[in-house]
């Protein structure tokens, strides 16, 4: 009886289910084909937000479900993301008006957005919630993990509707992109009156699509706002993002054409299987990623107090061979200092490779490791790796490191725990070196370089390395106000040969590398350098 | 017989709250943190003092003792608490799951019992010929094989064959009875069959000894015929072993099927239990254990329930 039931549903299952919605003109897409109206774009998300508040949380797991019901003040461009990352107004009418002294940001709003309950959006909706973005009201539980990014941040002002004004407390070489991120949704003044937290279980943006319904470990769904700002725009009738958390799973699905897409990224195995099971019909988008692994050594330890010990083994890491062998298995691939490897602030390749670890020359290296731990009294040093429970792309990176050290005798245990524990113990000091990570939505090193600031300072419960440095602090500050982006770079270069090569307090592996296969169904959306932008889905549409 | 059966129920209160003092106990021990998971697991860079503001928040700075008072003080008034990662009431997480986990039991259970049984008899009564043979290679396959690659082999299956998967989301039996089957049809087959085999090889040989019984010989020499002595006489009197397995394996089921969970992307209580550990959301971690314990409490107590009516021989006093 069984088996008849099983048959009977698969001859059922097989019968192809016609898609809704018609093919409308539209503005001209990417690729300059003609975008279509029309249907539901089911993508897949790996993980689920703890709350709906996206100015407390730190997941993408919260961005990739619900940032179609929301607008931000600044966006990235959608077209172009891979190439050439641009900010554009979301909510703004035009790119912000600048002071000469660099300190009043003067922003003028669309007067056509309206939030999903019809209620206008004005001023005092950006300021409400860049209020509780800067400065939020902590008695009240209000949380806001990225506040320190706007340290610069005087007062926020709203003179009129339409007009929003930052004042900054000195100039910031990274206000303008501050202001595009994904986290920072326009929320309503009035329910934020109402409760500071009320966004923490509520969903209300101006976004291109409003909420249908959430089903806790099962999916997120949203259809068409016809109020939405941008005419024409969203092309898709709707969407629906299904949580998978099992990567075999999330490759049947898109097998399968149950969903279309996943867009954090998937393993290069996994994309070698897709594309061998669906052929013409698998689209694969690739590019580096604004994530990283650092090797964090813990400095308030014996030996890795001792920057000759934490040089040698950083110096015997063969990076440049070890990014092509790793690319092939896991999503790692490029090797870069502290800032993504091409990026604007990027170190050229030949200084890079001037950095200890970071030069082609690996057998000189090696040999040079092993003269300076001989130095420092521990030719033969034995410590424990500690790693997260994680395999992509955690365990293939620690153990290529650790292959790397036997070649210069160093013995490390793999010591891989799960990821609360693995946390814990690189918040308590209860490790030797650590396989440490970074994601960030920007190539911006005032992202990147926070973690680098001193323990006790503005790195406290960021730099795992445990070390103060208050040399690197000052030159960390110095960057950060720094405006001329020519003059910029070089001060974060200083930075990577200081903490890289003269210090190597936590020194990066390799930067990782985004893969996105999708059917080809899926059109209008490029993949850019990270797993946080280019995700309210407005200009994504679906091909017959 | 009723005092029996209320002494029985007040049995299951110090059984529970044991479980919920182990259970407290042990998570407490283990090492990590929501907060810092929550804010740090992502890559993110957070600051300490954003770490230590939610730790407050979620009552995490209070004592063990007082965290403890304060959950048991809960359960008393029927208050299991908030899921600490999502801010939820726990009870809302658990049911939305419950039903899917239940129903995925409960099929499975019938598909089991509708294979063991049949199966395990004509194995018993064709005992050492190619029948039993060929019954008892498919119940061996069916306990060497997990049942989580069962479920990978099917997907697989029907992906290369039919270029479909069963579907991602689950759908309510009352809302479309055959979205709802398309979904759990498989994990119930992949699930049952294991289930099958355990339950087929206790049937076979628990109607071998009944039958090898006096009262089966003198049935027999009384002139019935075989299949009445086997159906009436042999059967339900070999039932009270199978039952018994069927009926923890049916508790088992309810929160025990993290693996097959994930191969089939369902969302029921096994898969929630592990990301509640995973996260350390003490409060959903304790209100999951607590109820599985009190469904294998709940189905112990019915199956003794049971031997009675099967086996009119037992009393309880």
Redesign the interface.
């Known amino acids: 009886?069984?088996v008849a039931?099983?048959l009977a549903?698969?001859v059922?299952?097989?019968q192809q289910q016609p898609r809704t919605g018609t093919a409308t003109s539209a503005p001209t897409g990417t690729g300059g084909e003609q975008p279509k109206s029309g249907g539901t774009l089911v993508f897949i998300v790996s993980s689920e937000p703890?709350?709906f508040d996206a100015h407390r949380?730190?997941?993408?797991a919260l961005l990739h479900p619900t940032s179609p019901h929301y607008s931000l003040l600044y966006k990235f461009d959608p077209a172009g993301i891979t190439k050439n990352p641009k900010i554009v107004p979301d909510v703004a009418a035009d790119m912000p008006q600048v002071s000469a002294d660099k300190l009043t940001w003067t922003i003028k709003l669309r007067t056509n957005v309206k939030f999903h309950d019809g209620s206008q959006m004005t001023s005092a909706d950006v300021l409400a919630t860049y209020n509780k973005i800067i400065f939020p009201e902590?008695a009240k539980?209000v949380?806001?993990?990225r506040k320190?990014v706007y340290a610069a941040v005087e007062s926020i002002a709203a003179p009129d509707p339409n007009t929003v004004v930052f004042k900054l407390k000195y100039p910031s070489g990274s206000f303008q992109s501050g202001l595009a991120s994904p986290w920072n949704w326009i929320y309503s003044a009035a329910k934020l009156k109402e409760d500071p937290r009320w966004y923490?279980?509520n969903v209300m943006g101006t976004g291109p699509f409003t909420r249908i319904e959430y089903?806790?470990?099962?999916?997120w769904s949203g259809r068409k706002n016809p109020d939405y700002f941008v005419q024409g725009r969203p092309y898709l009738d709707a969407y629906r993002a299904?949580?998978?958390?099992?990567a075999?799973?999330q490759k049947?699905?898109i097998?399968?054409?149950?969903?279309q897409i996943e867009f954090r990224g998937f393993t290069p195995q996994q994309r070698d299987d897709l594309s061998r099971?669906m052929g013409t019909n698998l689209a694969v988008q690739e590019n580096s990623w604004v994530?990283v692994n650092y090797i964090t050594f813990n400095t308030t330890k014996k030996p890795f107090d001792d920057v000759r010990v934490r040089r040698a083994l950083t110096l015997a890491i063969d990076r440049w061979s070890g990014g092509q062998a790793l690319s092939q298995i896991t999503i790692v691939k490029d090797v870069g200092g502290l800032s993504r490897p091409g990026s604007t602030y990027a170190m050229p390749p030949a200084e890079l490779q001037k950095i200890a670890g970071f030069g082609r020359d690996a057998k000189t290296a090696q040999d040079q490791a092993k003269a300076l731990l001989a130095q420092a009294g521990v030719p033969n040093l034995t410590f424990a790796f500690h790693n997260r429970s994680v395999t992509t792309p955690y365990e293939p990176v620690a153990v290529f490191a650790i292959n790397e050290w036997k070649k210069i005798g160093v013995n490390a245990t793999h010591q891989v725990?799960?990821?609360?524990?693995y946390?814990?113990?690189l918040?308590n000091k209860n490790f030797d070196v650590g396989l440490d990570?970074?994601?960030?939505y920007l190539d911006e090193p005032d992202?990147q370089l926070?973690?680098f600031y001193s323990a006790s300072g503005?790195g406290?419960?960021?730099n795992l390395a445990h070390y103060d440095d208050k040399k690197l602090d000052d030159m960390i500050t110095a960057q950060s106000r720094e405006t001329d982006v020519e003059k910029r770079k070089k001060l974060v270069w200083d930075i990577e040969k200081y903490a890289m090569d003269e210090m190597a307090y936590q020194v990066p592996v390799l930067w990782w590398y985004r893969i996105i296969p999708h059917s080809t169904k899926v059109r209008g959306w490029e993949i850019g350098s990270n797993h946080y932008t280019n995700q309210d889905l407005a200009s994504v549409w679906l091909a017959n | 017989m009723q005092r029996y059966i209320v002494g029985r129920l007040l049995l299951m209160i110090p059984t529970l709250f044991g479980v919920a003092v182990l259970t407290f106990v042990v998570m407490r021990l283990?090492?990590?943190?929501?907060v810092?998971?929550?804010?740090?697991?992502?890559?993110?860079?957070?600051?300490?003092?954003?770490?230590d503001?939610?730790r407050r928040?979620l009552g995490l700075d209070k004592g063990i003792p007082e965290q403890f008072a304060d959950w048991m003080a809960g359960i008393a008034r029927l208050d299991m608490g908030t899921s600490l990662?999502?801010?939820?009431p726990v009870v809302e997480?658990v049911s939305?799951?419950l039903e899917l986990s239940v129903e995925l039991a409960i099929i499975a259970t019938l598909?089991a019992i509708?294979l063991a049984v049949p199966l395990g008899v004509i194995a018993a009564v064709k005992q050492d010929t190619w029948i039993d043979y060929v019954i008892r290679v498919f119940s061996i396959g069916g306990l060497a094989m997990p049942s989580f690659w069962i479920g990978?082999l099917m997907?697989l299956v029907?992906?290369?064959t039919?270029?479909?998967?069963p579907?991602?989301?689950?759908t309510s039996l009352l809302e479309d009875p055959?979205a709802n089957?398309?979904q759990l049809?498989?994990p119930a087959?992949a699930v049952?069959y294991r289930y099958s085999a355990v339950a087929m090889r206790m049937t076979r040989s628990s109607v071998l000894e009944v039958m090898r019984e006096d009262y089966i010989r003198t049935a027999r020499a009384k002139g019935a015929r075989e299949r009445l002595v086997v159906v009436r006489h042999a059967l339900r009197n070999s039932l009270l072993p199978v039952v018994t397995v069927i009926s923890l394996e049916f508790a088992f089921l309810i929160g025990g099927l993290v693996v097959t969970e994930?191969?089939?992307?369902l969302?029921g209580i096994g898969?929630?239990l592990v990301d509640a550990v995973?996260?350390?959301d003490y409060t959903l971690v304790q209100a999951i254990v607590l109820l599985l314990a009190f469904v294998f409490v709940l189905v112990n107590f019915l199956v003794d329930m049971l031997y009675v009516f099967l086996d009119p021989r037992i009393r309880y006093s």
Request: proline share 4%.
């Open positions: 009886m069984a039931i099983a549903l698969i059922s299952a097989c703890p709350s949380e730190t997941t993408y902590e539980g949380l806001s993990p320190g923490e279980k089903v806790k470990g099962s999916h299904v949580f998978i958390a099992d075999n799973a049947n699905a097998q399968s054409g149950q969903a099971a994530c725990k799960e990821t609360s524990a946390i814990a113990d918040r990570f970074n994601c960030d992202l926070s973690k503005l406290r419960g960021l | 283990v090492p990590g943190d929501i810092a998971l929550r804010y740090a697991g992502t890559g993110a860079s957070v600051p300490q003092e954003i770490i503001q939610e928040a990662w999502t801010g939820r997480e939305l799951r598909l509708a990978i997907i029907l992906l290369t039919f270029g479909w998967a579907p991602l989301t689950f055959f089957l398309s049809i498989w087959l049952g994930q191969v089939f992307n969302n898969k929630l995973a996260h350390r």
